[in-house]
């Protein structure tokens, strides 16, 4: 039974691990060094990772040009209830509170593959309003993973940190700049995240276009 599940683990390891994921695996993964693992030209979306010391996982950076408004695309992002409908393998999304103008609470629940369980957790919304003199619109996102009770069954994520400026080029599209950080958790093995990493991001920047639009 150990050498079946010595070779599901390999098997698994060689189907989604990329070469950057052996490495991190080996202990040779670059530190506090920033990656590119996308550049499509195509859609105007590139997109970076780092593995920086003492975390877990990897940080994640992404830079986008996109044809969306920048106030509709501001309210698709502090709205708790639209998130399941553009986020990378999003489940449920509601707002729990709403602070101020500029500062709300949502509740956030994400799809992990078995055999772990679903990854939730409580997200504190700050804007930052567009100004002349900084150009752009600034949205802070931090965990407050103690706000509501744990659900049985589901693993509350601690840390799940982003930011994102928006930059209007015109009246129909703006830049997106997106830095984040996100641990669901030390069960999960760090290759299996830092795939899940890799692509949740690139796939949430092409969701909340759709979604916009």
Same mark, same amino acid.
């Given at each position: 039974?150990?050498?079946?599940?010595? @070779?599901?683990?390999?098997?698994?390891?060689?189907?989604?691990?990329?070469?950057?994921?052996?490495?991190?695996?080996?202990? *040779?993964?670059?530190?506090?060094?920033?990656?590119?693992? *996308? /550049?499509?030209?195509?859609?105007?979306?590139?997109?970076?990772?780092?593995?920086? #010391?003492?975390?877990?996982?990897?940080?994640? *950076?992404?830079? =986008?040009?996109?044809?969306?408004? @920048?106030?509709?695309?501001? @309210?698709?992002?502090?709205?708790?209830?639209?998130?399941?409908?553009?986020?990378?393998?999003?489940?449920?999304?509601?707002?729990?509170?709403?602070?101020?103008?500029? #500062?709300?609470?949502?509740?956030?629940?994400?799809?992990?593959?078995?055999?772990?369980?679903?990854?939730?957790?409580?997200?504190?919304?700050?804007?930052?309003?567009?100004?002349?003199?900084?150009?752009?619109?600034?949205?802070?996102? /931090?965990?407050?993973?103690?706000?509501?009770?744990?659900?049985?069954?589901?693993?509350?994520?601690?840390?799940?940190?982003?930011?994102? #400026?928006?930059?209007?080029?015109? #009246? =129909?599209?703006?830049?997106?700049?997106?830095?984040?950080?996100?641990?669901?958790?030390?069960?999960?093995?760090?290759?299996?995240? /830092?795939? @899940?990493?890799?692509?949740?991001?690139?796939?949430?920047?092409?969701?909340?276009?759709?979604?916009?639009?």
């Amino acid at each position: 039974r150990i050498i079946l599940k010595l @070779m599901l683990i390999l098997c698994t390891v060689s189907v989604y691990a990329s070469t950057e994921d052996m490495d991190f695996l080996q202990g *040779k993964a670059q530190k506090d060094v920033w990656i590119q693992s *996308k /550049n499509d030209k195509r859609r105007g979306i590139q997109a970076w990772y780092k593995q920086e #010391e003492g975390k877990h996982t990897r940080t994640f *950076k992404i830079e =986008a040009t996109i044809k969306a408004p @920048m106030e509709q695309t501001a @309210m698709a992002l502090v709205g708790g209830d639209s998130w399941q409908r553009w986020f990378w393998e999003c489940v449920e999304s509601k707002p729990l509170k709403k602070v101020s103008s500029r #500062e709300s609470l949502f509740y956030l629940k994400v799809n992990v593959p078995r055999p772990f369980p679903d990854r939730d957790t409580v997200l504190r919304a700050v804007i930052e309003p567009y100004s002349k003199q900084t150009g752009k619109l600034v949205l802070r996102f /931090n965990a407050i993973p103690d706000y509501i009770p744990k659900t049985q069954g589901v693993v509350r994520a601690q840390d799940f940190t982003f930011k994102i #400026e928006i930059t209007p080029l015109s #009246e =129909a599209s703006i830049k997106l700049d997106l830095e984040g950080y996100v641990n669901p958790g030390e069960d999960l093995p760090a290759w299996a995240v /830092n795939f @899940m990493m890799r692509n949740a991001p690139y796939s949430s920047i092409l969701g909340l276009e759709r979604y916009v639009k």
